[in-house]
């Protein structure tokens, strides 16, 4: 769950404080980034984004009557200024994370977000198998996540980046809570879907029962059953 | 596998929202199902790996970057771009349609408008100035037709803030300006027409169109001399663009410019052996000469005051040219000016901006002094300052460097208290509005790709180096400015300056605030 604002803070940004609102957009840049960040995949269009939900809310912030949590509306704002510019980059260009860029030195799947895997290595981290592993569940998520639909992405990116609870989601998107947790359970099985299907092939399948890659019983198939049920 | 399990059930197990007996009688049924149990793990890791990902700080400049959008759209009088957070309502969508009947209408009338002018190009050879009577500029206008009244001034009707009008010369010999009208049942603009089959506007009609609108001049003493764009021109195109050819015949003003022009930049192209153009000259004549009356007007509002201010400027600059500068540029430099017509409407509070290039013209308004010796005085305050119940606006010049500005500009937005810390001998000072005017030298030129995009992008403000203060250049007047460096504690550095540069900041403090605020769309929450 996003971090409460303080109360007497929001009021008097909502007054006129200046200041408070100063404080609250430094208090929730990060968030909002975040949450823009994923939904877009694109570091600087991200930034631009996030740039309009804080002019937004500067415009705004006088608006506020307080019925809803001061996180759920910027977070809608941020949320519907992401919407708008993934609809309009649909019409210009079409933008993969999984593409296959090859960078200078040859390595595949660079993108934007790669400094941000590259900052999943945790020096700290005591087992280099176990890194390397967590670093490609990370990317497959991720590569995954920015293949989902607008609107499934959305829903994860708000019930696990942004962690927030059931009843917010339904503010932030405006739907009903039981439609948020259809969603929020098709968006699951519709990510799982994606990371199988892009997972690459075992390497040595000779060695594996033929059955074993063609039943119908697979993962991804009752993934299948259960989205078309 | 579906009719066997409960959806929520299992949304609940994943997401760890069912109690503790809830878990175990799923996790007992999904031992009779290991594809089941399988899948589930995997939405568990897949849950647990995402609420796992690192987060991303945002970029340094995000918070600096959202005041220089506001900055920028004060600057082009535009607001920012409007994101709707919630979905149309029904009067909204009614709005709508009505706004777009609008923009149809508009459109209507623009196409009529171009297709007339197609039609017979010679019917607009002149324009109303703005703030002036078709009939004070009767005697100018070699022809006339009905359809004139299109783009005849209103006094109180509101102005466009679409509007753009340029100078584009193809004829080699005159600098030809052309207006367009976004909406031609408004009020239009005015442009100084300068063809040499007509007059000049009389001196006293541009004085008045200083007076009422505001005109501010930048330049640089040799830039290449260039013609911009033109939409609605007479040719019929929407788009032009020109290059201003030099005439041969050099001007007598030239040497006015010198001492008013700071010694050329080196990246700037030089052009010395370039004249001034004929209206380059008419502006001259007709402008530099300071009018005394004005610098001792009343203001009452902001628009007042900011005019008002410009004209002091305009008399302290007549009062320093008499003195040369420290480096005087060439006699025969020649510049090349933008013309800011800013217009505003305190009925309706709109307001409108019209650029324009000038080649070869000369500086006809400037508002600073050269910098003071003494630099830096960030006590410097006067008699007036010290008065809070002084109803008339006041201003105060400080001089400094561009990195002093930045760090009087960050200890600004963190004290408690920025009048205090603005004016240190003044700490119950309440002015409740305030106005920067950051002169810098020399003020900053824009090519012409910049002027095509300049309604999309701040004008590119190249690194000048050391110069000193000749004409002024507004960054931000804190109508807006307040609000920015109020509310969000920006760093806000001139970053398009040398540190050392030396910047003539005048501060002019307004007496009553515009406490009107503008109703919005408003987001539901």
């Known amino acids: 769950m996003p971090q409460a604002l303080n109360p007497k803070l929001v009021e008097r940004a909502v007054r006129g404080d200046q200041a408070a609102l100063c404080q609250l957009l430094q208090t929730s840049q990060h968030r909002l980034y975040n949450v823009v960040?994923?939904?877009?995949?694109?570091?600087?269009?991200?930034?631009?984004?996030?740039?309009?939900?804080?002019?937004?809310?500067?415009?705004?912030?006088?608006?506020?009557?307080?019925?809803?949590?001061?996180?759920?509306?910027?977070?809608?704002?941020?949320?519907?200024?992401?919407?708008?510019?993934?609809?309009?980059?649909?019409?210009?260009?079409?933008?993969?994370?999984?593409h296959a860029a090859t960078d200078p030195i040859g390595r595949v799947g660079r993108d934007q977000l790669s400094p941000l895997r590259d900052q999943l290595t945790d020096p700290r981290e005591p087992n280099p198998a176990i890194r390397v592993q967590q670093e490609e569940q990370q990317q497959q998520l991720t590569a995954a996540l920015a293949r989902l639909q607008d609107d499934l992405r959305a829903i994860i990116v708000l019930r696990d980046i942004d962690q927030m609870e059931y009843q917010q989601i339904a503010e932030v998107m405006g739907i009903p809570i039981g439609t948020v947790k259809s969603r929020l359970f098709r968006a699951r099985l519709a990510l799982r879907r994606e990371i199988l299907q892009k997972k690459p092939p075992p390497q040595n399948t000779q060695n594996r029962p033929k059955q074993a890659v063609s039943t119908p019983d697979t993962p991804s198939t009752s993934i299948r059953r259960l989205s078309n049920g | 596998m579906v009719d066997r399990y409960n959806e929520e059930t299992m949304l609940g197990y994943i997401e760890g929202d069912l109690t503790p007996d809830q878990a175990a009688q799923f996790e007992a049924s999904m031992t009779k199902d290991p594809r089941l149990k399988s899948l589930v793990s995997q939405l568990v890791q897949d849950r647990r790996t995402m609420r796992t990902l690192p987060t991303e700080s945002p970029p340094d400049e995000l918070l600096s970057q959202v005041t220089q959008r506001l900055e920028r759209s004060m600057l082009l009088d535009a607001p920012p771009p409007e994101l709707s957070p919630v979905r149309p309502s029904g009067s909204y969508r009614l709005g709508r349609m009505i706004a777009y009947s609008g923009l149809a209408a508009m459109i209507l009338i623009s196409a009529a408008v171009v297709v007339h002018t197609l039609v017979d190009r010679n019917l607009y050879e002149d324009f109303t100035p703005a703030g002036l009577s078709m009939s004070r500029m009767a005697d100018n206008k070699p022809r006339r037709s009905n359809s004139d009244q299109l783009f005849e001034f209103k006094p109180n009707a509101p102005t466009t803030p679409s509007i753009s009008s340029t100078l584009a010369d193809d004829e080699h010999q005159n600098a030809e300006q052309a207006l367009a009208l976004s909406d031609a049942s408004t009020a239009p603009m005015a442009l100084l027409e300068n063809r040499s089959d007509t007059a000049p506007p009389p001196k006293q009609d541009l004085l008045e169109i200083i007076n009422q609108s505001g005109l501010r001049v930048r330049g640089d003493a040799n830039t290449?001399?260039?013609?911009?764009?033109?939409?609605?021109?007479?040719?019929?195109?929407?788009?032009?663009?020109?290059?201003?050819?030099?005439?041969?015949?050099?001007?007598?003003?030239?040497?006015?410019?010198?001492?008013?022009?700071?010694?050329?930049?080196?990246?700037?192209?030089?052009?010395?052996?370039?004249?001034?153009?004929?209206?380059?000259?008419?502006?001259?004549?007709?402008?530099?000469?300071?009018?005394?009356?004005?610098?001792?007007?009343?203001?009452?509002?902001?628009?007042?005051?900011?005019?008002?201010?410009?004209?002091?400027?305009?008399?302290?600059?007549?009062?320093?040219?008499?003195?040369?500068?420290?480096?005087?540029?060439?006699?025969?430099?020649?510049?090349?000016?933008?013309?800011?017509?800013?217009?505003?409407?305190?009925?309706?509070?709109?307001?409108?901006?019209?650029?324009?290039?000038?080649?070869?013209?000369?500086?006809?308004?400037?508002?600073?002094?050269?910098?003071?010796?003494?630099?830096?005085?960030?006590?410097?305050?006067?008699?007036?300052?010290?008065?809070?119940?002084?109803?008339?606006?006041?201003?105060?010049?400080?001089?400094?460097?561009?990195?002093?500005?930045?760090?009087?500009?960050?200890?600004?937005?963190?004290?408690?208290?920025?009048?205090?810390?603005?004016?240190?001998?003044?700490?119950?000072?309440?002015?409740?509005?305030?106005?920067?005017?950051?002169?810098?030298?020399?003020?900053?030129?824009?090519?012409?790709?910049?002027?095509?995009?300049?309604?999309?992008?701040?004008?590119?403000?190249?690194?000048?180096?050391?110069?000193?203060?000749?004409?002024?250049?507004?960054?931000?007047?804190?109508?807006?400015?307040?609000?920015?460096?109020?509310?969000?504690?920006?760093?806000?550095?001139?970053?398009?300056?040398?540190?050392?540069?030396?910047?003539?900041?005048?501060?002019?403090?307004?007496?009553?605030?515009?406490?009107?605020?503008?109703?919005?769309?408003?987001?539901?929450?």
Do not use: C
């Not at chain 2, 080196?266 to 052009?271: E, I, Y």
């Open chain 1, 37 to 98: 960040l994923r939904m877009i995949g694109h570091r600087d269009d991200a930034a631009e984004v996030t740039q309009d939900t804080l002019l937004k809310i500067i415009e705004h912030i006088g608006d506020f009557k307080g019925k809803s949590d001061i996180t759920t509306w910027m977070t809608r704002i941020a949320m519907n200024a992401a919407f708008s510019h993934l609809r309009k980059q649909r019409l210009r260009r079409t933008v993969s994370l999984d």
């Open chain 2, 224 to 525: 290449e001399a260039t013609g911009s764009f033109a939409m609605g021109h007479k040719e019929g195109s929407l788009e032009r663009r020109a290059q201003v050819p030099q005439t041969p015949d050099a001007p007598a003003s030239a040497d006015t410019f010198a001492r008013l022009t700071p010694a050329p930049a080196k990246k700037m192209n030089t052009a010395k052996d370039q004249p001034l153009s004929p209206l380059a000259q008419k502006v001259m004549q007709h402008l530099t000469q300071a009018d005394p009356q004005l610098a001792s007007s009343e203001a009452k509002t902001e628009d007042e005051a900011l005019t008002a201010a410009r004209q002091l400027g305009k008399a302290k600059e007549s009062d320093a040219a008499q003195t040369p500068a420290e480096s005087p540029a060439s006699p025969t430099a020649r510049p090349t000016v933008w013309l800011e017509l800013a217009t505003h409407d305190p009925q309706t509070g709109q307001q409108a901006l019209l650029t324009w290039t000038v080649a070869n013209a000369v500086p006809i308004v400037a508002l600073t002094t050269p910098p003071q010796p003494d630099a830096a005085q960030l006590e410097t305050t006067t008699d007036a300052d010290r008065n809070p119940s002084s109803a008339q606006p006041r201003q105060i010049t400080l001089a400094m460097t561009a990195s002093q500005l930045t760090q009087l500009l960050r200890n600004l937005n963190t004290a408690p208290n920025q009048h205090a810390r603005l004016l240190p001998q003044a700490p119950s000072w309440n002015a409740p509005s305030i106005t920067w005017l950051v002169q810098a030298a020399p003020p900053y030129f824009r090519t012409d790709d910049d002027a095509d995009t300049a309604a999309v992008h701040p004008p590119r403000i190249p690194l000048v180096g050391h110069g000193h203060a000749t004409a002024v250049q507004p960054l931000f007047k804190t109508d807006w400015g307040q609000l920015l460096m109020q509310r969000i504690p920006m760093r806000p550095t001139v970053p398009v300056y040398d540190p050392q540069t030396q910047l003539t900041v005048t501060v002019l403090v307004l007496p009553t605030p515009n406490a009107d605020s503008e109703s919005t769309e408003t987001p539901n929450d």
